[in-house]
């Protein structure tokens, strides 16, 4: 399975900042998407991240809210943007060599707002 | 969205004993994957099932895909403290080509 790595580990940020995550994949993969992990909950997708073209959502995250960058296979971004406190998350990359099969995680961004 | 229910919720146990949790759905899966995530990390892929009926193992960890397709289960044999985790599934509804839904976990502590 893929090395996958994210920055930063934890942030805490005041309401209304925006905080952009990053996660570095150690080969190329065709597949990455973006979740959220509210505090002691399961995990929701928020987004698959497409390269070279938009990120496809899911229903209730926007892009205004969540834009997502992937410039290339390695690499994808996800920026918080205007935060409020129910943002407060843990946000995770995960890959995957296509949309059926297994998906590895990241160590995941542990975000506070305040 | 697509509801797994999994349970128990949380489970309580002496080392040495065997662990039994399930999931299910109100619709029919393509795939069942099972994750184990521990405090302040992401989750790791404990076993993937793709069939209906295949059981797979991972050491102590034995999961089956159920008959139905709407049902997956995840046993640990002989527990032991490094066991304790937060262990998810996640599973794939036959129409939808990309998101994994995943239940709600199973909290396990392991009782030296």
């Known amino acids: 399975s893929a090395v996958i790595s994210q920055k930063p580990s934890r942030d805490i940020c005041q309401r209304g900042t925006s905080l952009t995550i990053q996660c570095q994949v150690d080969?190329?993969?065709?597949?990455m998407f973006w979740y959220r992990q509210q505090p002691g909950q399961s995990l929701t997708l928020i987004a698959t991240?497409?390269?070279?073209?938009?990120?496809?959502?899911e229903s209730g995250f926007v892009i205004d809210k969540f834009p997502i960058s992937r410039p290339n296979l390695t690499f994808s971004t996800l920026t918080v943007s205007n935060m409020s406190p129910e943002d407060s998350s843990i946000y995770l990359c995960?890959?995957?060599?296509?949309?059926?099969?297994?998906?590895?995680f990241g160590p995941g961004t542990r975000l506070t707002v305040t | 969205g697509q509801q797994l229910n999994q349970s128990p919720q949380s489970m309580f146990i002496q080392e040495g004993e065997d662990v039994s949790m399930n999931c299910t759905s109100s619709?029919?899966?393509?795939?069942w994957l099972w994750y184990k995530q521990d405090p302040g990390e992401g989750p790791v892929l404990l076993i993937a099932?793709?069939?209906?009926?295949e059981l797979t193992s991972n050491g102590r960890l034995t999961a089956q895909f159920g008959i139905t397709r709407k049902d997956s289960f995840l046993n640990i044999s002989a527990s032991i403290p490094s066991d304790v985790g937060i262990y998810f599934c996640?599973?794939?509804?036959?129409?939808?080509?990309?998101?994994?839904?995943f239940g709600t976990g199973t909290s396990l502590t392991v009782i030296p």
């Open positions: 995960s890959v995957g060599a296509s949309s059926w099969s297994e998906q590895y």
């Open positions: 080969s190329q993969v065709t597949m």
């Open positions: 991240a497409n390269q070279g073209s938009e990120a496809t959502y």
């Open positions: 619709s029919i899966f393509n795939t």
């Open positions: 099932l793709y069939k209906a009926g």
């Open positions: 996640a599973g794939q509804p036959r129409d939808t080509g990309n998101q994994f839904y």
